[in-house]
T-cell receptor, first 112, second 115 residues
Framework: KQEVTQIPAALSVPEGENLVLNCSFTDSAIYNLQWFRQDPGKGLTSLLLIQSSQREQTSGRLNASLDKSSGRSTLYIAASQPGDSATYLCAVESGGSYIPTFGRGTSLIVHP | DTGVSQNPRHKITKRGQNVTFRCDPISEHNRLYWYRQTLGQGPEFLTYFQNEAQLEKSRLLSDRFSAERPKGSFSTLEIQRTEQGDSAMYLC?????????????FGQGTRLTVV
């Protein structure tokens, strides 16, 4: 059974800092890994999708990497802004099931 | 198409009542997922459909929970005889099945409060 862990659970940083969020998974036989953002009381917004054959994806100030062999992904946020404050979730779609399995998320606060 | 739509956005019900939620996926998407999320937790998988076929339902939380997707279009999630522990956010997502998997898109969720 796939298990997904996200570290840290919470993070508070001053505006302008570069930061890294971590996601680890137990079964490396994955189809893809997806990073989401969730604002309080809202649904999930897709940020980046990394296919199993890819090493990284970039969108604006966001960069996500994937190392299947070690069961890890990182989300790098450059030059953080207060508007980046949200919970960031990663989900792994495992081989055979096509069911995205989520971690508990990292709650990020960027203060001015 | 404006994305995945869920209705209602909020539902308050008395314990013991039945509730039904609706999800309209992105029109060309053949996979539809239901998740439940409680405060401080990640989304917990409940069930999913490929077209009209329900391919996994063993993780529905109890036999009070059921889901349908008639004709492979919209889906409904019903909870019978609601309990206070059912209070949560219910999320729906859709995707287009292909080799290697594809991006999942979520709706805004239905917040259920059982009083």
């Amino acid at each position: 059974k796939q298990e997904v862990t996200q570290i840290p659970a919470a993070l508070s940083v001053p505006e302008g800092e570069n930061l890294v969020l971590n996601c680890s998974f137990t079964d490396s036989a994955i189809y893809n890994l997806q990073w989401f953002r969730q604002d309080p009381g809202k649904g999930l917004t897709s940020l980046l999708l990394i296919q199993s054959s890819q090493r990284e994806q970039t969108s604006g100030r966001l960069n996500a990497s994937l190392d299947k062999s070690s069961g890890r992904s990182t989300l790098y946020i450059a030059a953080s802004q207060p508007g980046d404050s949200a919970t960031y979730l990663c989900a792994v779609e495992s081989g055979g099931s096509y069911i995205p399995t989520f971690g508990r998320g990292t709650s990020l606060i960027v203060h001015p | 198409d404006t994305g995945v739509s869920q209705n209602p956005r909020h539902k308050i019900t008395k314990r013991g009542q039945n509730v039904t939620f609706r999800c309209d996926p992105i029109s060309e998407h053949n996979r539809l997922y239901w998740y439940r999320q409680t405060l401080g937790q990640g989304p917990e998988f409940l069930t999913y459909f490929q077209n009209e076929a329900q391919l996994e339902k063993s993780r529905l939380l109890s036999d009070r929970f059921s889901a349908e997707r008639p004709k492979g279009s919209f889906s409904t999630l019903e909870i019978q005889r609601t309990e206070q522990g059912d209070s949560a956010m219910y999320l729906c997502a859709s995707s287009l099945r292909s080799q290697g998997g594809t991006e999942a898109f979520f709706g805004q969720g239905t917040r259920l409060t059982v009083v």
